[in-house]
Nanobody
Framework: VQLVESGGGLAQAGGSLRLSCAVS????????IGWFRQVPGRGREGIAC????????FYSDSVKGRFPVSGNSAEKSVYLQMNRLKPEDAAVYFC???????????????????????WGQGTPVTVSS
């Protein structure tokens, strides 16, 4: 499984960014993708998860209502739409998922935000106040 993030950059507080996670090497429709973020000196925080099989989504309290996650099977990509950005949202953002699509239907509901076996390289997000 290969995951490649894109879309990070600089945004103003209150603004928006959209992150993408391109998925390859697995059956997209059976897979699940979690979004995580990390700031220096702190652990990686799971903020959103989507099961591509049924579109069910899960969110942390820190982003619920601001960062909807969606998937597009034709593009084999998962998106994190980041709205109403705050300075504390600044971090490196990663997408991650289970080791194979076999676990995809169960990953978000049972395992997330733990045990992602596959990671993208990360994309930095900076929010100016």
């Amino acid at each position: 499984v290969q995951l490649v993030e894109s879309g990070g950059g600089l945004a103003q507080a209150g603004g928006s960014l959209r992150l993408s996670c391109a998925v390859s090497g697995t059956t997209f429709e059976d897979y699940a993708i979690g979004w995580f973020r990390q700031v220096p000196g702190r652990g990686r925080e799971g903020i959103a998860c989507i099961s591509n099989s049924d579109g069910e989504t899960f969110y942390s309290d820190s982003v619920k209502g601001r960062f909807p996650v969606s998937g597009n099977s034709a593009e084999k990509s998962v998106y994190l739409q980041m709205n109403r950005l705050k300075p504390e949202d600044a971090a490196v953002y990663f997408c991650g998922g289970p080791i194979s699509s076999y676990l995809g239907p169960y990953y978000c509901q049972i395992f997330w935000p733990h045990f992602p076996a596959q990671w993208g390289q990360g994309t930095p997000v900076t929010v100016s106040s």
